[in-house]
């Protein structure tokens, strides 16, 4: 069952053009993995998805409604039920993790503060930072960072959790222990997830779907499986690494 | 034809500027008229961009009252109206010196701050990231700041008033012998409640223009740090500009001639 569609949707920055009439399905309950080259458009996508950005032309369905054609107030409302860890964390620095984290809930809900404390510790249990509960960013490392910033897009359940690069700049261990934690986020909140990633490894150990994009459309979409035995070139080229090939360096 | 061409140009980014700030000022002030206030925040950067202000308020409002004394105290002694030298420091202090200076100094400090925050936090992606967890920037970051400014410097302008007749009158009576009754008569007499309640309107006008400046140009930094450090200058200049001719335009309304 699709939870959200990408439906021939163009967008330009100035005279570039990111995406050209690129449509996409996102599974319900299906982890869907973003590959490609940098400046792609693939965190365009995730923007697209959560009503960050609108298209220029064409539209985005999540659980059957436009977001394209949502007032502000709607789009609050919607921005709610969709969580987004953003590459870099993009935590408040003024704000501890625990603050951080608990911000969705005081602002969206009426729950109460224990109530509230309560469920961010156990969010924050979840990803393995009980014990920074008190920090504050700056005195995070980099896998820390990545795993508040996890915390705070799923404390409120949301239906949709979108990861732009999760794993990118961090040792071997952490990228494992981040990706082992998208897959366990993923089923305790039996929720859907779209991840822009671009270590392989990661992605053959929590994809269910991957979509490539190249030159603003989408050129290969399926399973783990059926991605490595595509016989586009291009992919082929992309998952060797290799600088020889059709793609343009 | 490169002229016009930047003519043209520079024309459409003063609109564009203009309108966003204009946009800025009618979303904050949409959200103060709902109540929609983090009053938490509010008093949080009143401390910060108020309170922490005083000191340097004070001190350039005491030099000043201090050297209009020294100007006009000798000479109108010498003229035979030094009575009027209490007068002259008061009521330019409470119409013009006092929120205008203290503006400008507050401006200098807490434009490039509110800039050099918000710059950051966007650089950062913290301001998309209020968006994507569904709360609005202008409400959680502009909103406090500018109630904050438009209630810290009219309160700021009112210790600087003071604080400025205080200094001239001390000069005043070292250096021309004017006893502090005579320079208090004089002051009384010179300035209204009216003229100090125009002035404190004046104050709030040039808080708000402080908080809206800094915040449009952080919110609008595009280009890492370099882009930070524009948004920065950009704030206080512009900010600056933009306390004079507006005290010119409100003397004028306020005062008008009374030639």
Known sequence: MTLARIDNVSVRFGSKVVLQNLSLEIEEGAITCLIGLSGAGKSTILRLLNGLRKPDSGHVYVKGVDICCMGNQNLIDFRSKVGFAFQFAALFDSMSVFDNVALPLREHTKLSREKIAEIVMRTLETVGLESARDKFPSELSGGMLKRAGFARAVVNNPDLVLYDEPTTGLDPIITHLLTDTIVRLRKQLSGTAVVISHDLQSIYMMADYVAMLFEGAIISYGTVDELKRSTNPIVQQFLRGSEVGPIPI | MKVLDDVGRGTIGLLEYAGGVAQLSAESGSFIGRMRIRLNEAFAQAYFLGVQSTAIVLLTSLFTGMVISLESAEQAVQFGVGDLVGGG???????????????????????????????????????????ALGLSPIQ??????????????????????????????????????????????????????????????????????????????GLSTRGGAAGVGRATTGAVVTSIILIFATNFIMSFLLFGYRG
């Open chain 2, 89 to 131: 420091v008061a009521f330019i202090s409470a119409r013009e010196l006092g929120p205008m200076l203290s503006a400008v100094v507050v401006a200098g400090r807490t434009a490039a701050a509110i800039a050099a925050e918000l710059g950051s936090m966007v650089v950062t992606e913290q301001v998309e990231a209020l968006e």
């Open chain 2, 140 to 217: 959680m970051l502009v909103v406090p700041r500018l109630l904050a400014l438009a209630i810290m410097l009219p309160i700021l302008t009112i210790f600087a008033d003071i604080v400025s007749v205080i200094g001239g009158m001390w000069l005043a009576q070292t250096v021309a012998h004017i006893s502090f009754e005579t320079f208090i008569t004089s002051a009384r007499q010179a300035v209204g409640i009216e003229d100090v309640l125009k002035g404190l309107l004046k104050a709030l006008v040039f808080g708000c223009i402080i908080a809206l400046i800094g915040s449009y140009q």
